[in-house]
């Protein structure tokens, strides 16, 4: 099959047509600046962001809304209920430079449904109209919308949904294929994705369980979508997009050597300290560490001394320790980019 090498937004081309998806607590800018820069990347979605902490002049709201240059093309995603509130925090995320504003209709999370927001809004459709119609008068970059299924097995209405994000102006709709009850449990309807595709004229992007470049890959053929969001599978491997873009054109996949990931890391480091106090900067390091250091023989025993640090210059001697050991014995690259278990309580919105 010959796979799309771009898709286009209200005639923005964006190549390659993957996107790595918002994480609470995950896509913050030292993460989208790792994952730029192993490459691949046609859009990257900012983490969620609140429309109250926005609109009331949250400090905290405003900083992760910040993003340096080399991350663009980017999406600053914001969720609400309140439809003025999200037409100002809209306003706010296009004038701090923002390519596109992405509304989240699909975040589980008790806190955000229990607030009218996420994916409480599937079942709410008129007030999604009324948010999708007063978001797309206020701006002139193009809105896209994230979805789920829907609220439950009872009330999957993502077709509906999606017809209603068109007519409201929306330029794409994303769906991830687990409704609202199902969290993150089981596994992704990527079928769904395939029914939206064919019942609406705008871009359409899958999300859920792409671990793999042949994961994407098979969605593509399976589906016919326009795009497709990777999340879980880039906490494990921020080199999944460059490695499933070279799979999909028939090129041998990047496998980076242990230097280069060694430096990767490294560079994460200063970009957290950039961005937030050192008690931070340890709990993002130990994310990341998690899943870098895997796949050497008998190398487990780093990886739990570098989880139970408690500051980042513990940790420095045994990242050197590691990709030592990865220069002699090499990586074995499927256990390296197994996905990490807990990876999955930080994903809202994926």
């Known amino acids: ?21 918002p994480m609470a607590g995950v896509t913050d800018s030292p993460f989208r600046q790792v994952a730029k820069k192993c490459g691949g990347l046609g859009l990257i979605v900012t983490e969620f962001i609140s429309v109250e902490g926005l609109t009331r002049g949250n400090l905290r709201s405003h900083e992760m809304m910040r993003f340096k240059p080399e991350e663009r093309p980017i999406a ?7 439809e003025v509130r999200m ?17 989240n209709c699909g975040c589980p999370a008790k806190k955000v449904v229990n607030g009218g927001g996420g994916s409480n809004l599937l079942r709410d459709l008129p007030q999604l109209r009324k948010i999708l119609t007063e978001v797309k008068r206020a701006i002139t970059i193009p809105m896209t919308v994230k979805i789920r299924a829907g609220w439950d097995d009872k009330s999957i209405n993502c077709i509906e949904v999606a017809k209603l994000i068109e007519d409201c102006g929306g330029a794409m709709v994303t769906l991830h294929g687990r409704t609202r009850v199902q969290g993150y449990r089981g596994f992704a309807d990527w ?3 395939r029914e939206i595709k064919r019942n609406v004229s ?19 053929d399976d589906t016919g979508c326009d795009a497709v969001h990777i999340g879980r599978g880039a906490i494990a491997n921020p080199y999944i ?3 499933t873009w070279e799979t999909m054109n028939g090129v041998e996949p990047y496998q980076p050597p242990p230097r280069e990931m060694h430096e990767l890391l490294l560079e994460f480091r200063d970009n957290l300290r950039e961005h937030m106090p050192e008690r931070g900067v340890i709990g993002r390091m ?22 139970r640090s408690q500051t980042v210059e513990e940790m420095e001697p045994m990242f050197e320790e590691y990709f030592a050991m990865a220069e002699i014995y090499g990586i074995d690259a499927e256990l390296q980019s ?3 278990e807990q990876a999955e309580l930080a994903e809202c919105g994926v």
């Open 286 to 307: 130990k994310m990341l560490s998690a899943q870098f250091l895997r796949g050497v023989p008998n190398g487990a025993h780093i990886r739990t001394a570098v989880l």
């Open 76 to 82: 600053i995603q914001i969720f609400g209920y309140d």
């Open 241 to 243: 997009f460059r490695q």
């Open 1 to 21: 099959m010959r796979y799309p090498d771009s898709f286009q937004i209200e005639g923005r081309k964006l190549s390659p047509p993957l996107v790595l998806s």
């Open 202 to 220: 705008i871009p359409v992007s899958g999300s859920g369980d792409i671990l793999t470049p042949q994961d994407a890959m098979r969605r593509f």
């Open 87 to 103: 037409r100002w925090a809209a306003e706010i995320a296009q004038e701090a430079g923002a390519d596109f504003v992405d509304i």
């Open 338 to 340: 197994a996905p990490d």
């Open 191 to 193: 079928d769904l994705v």
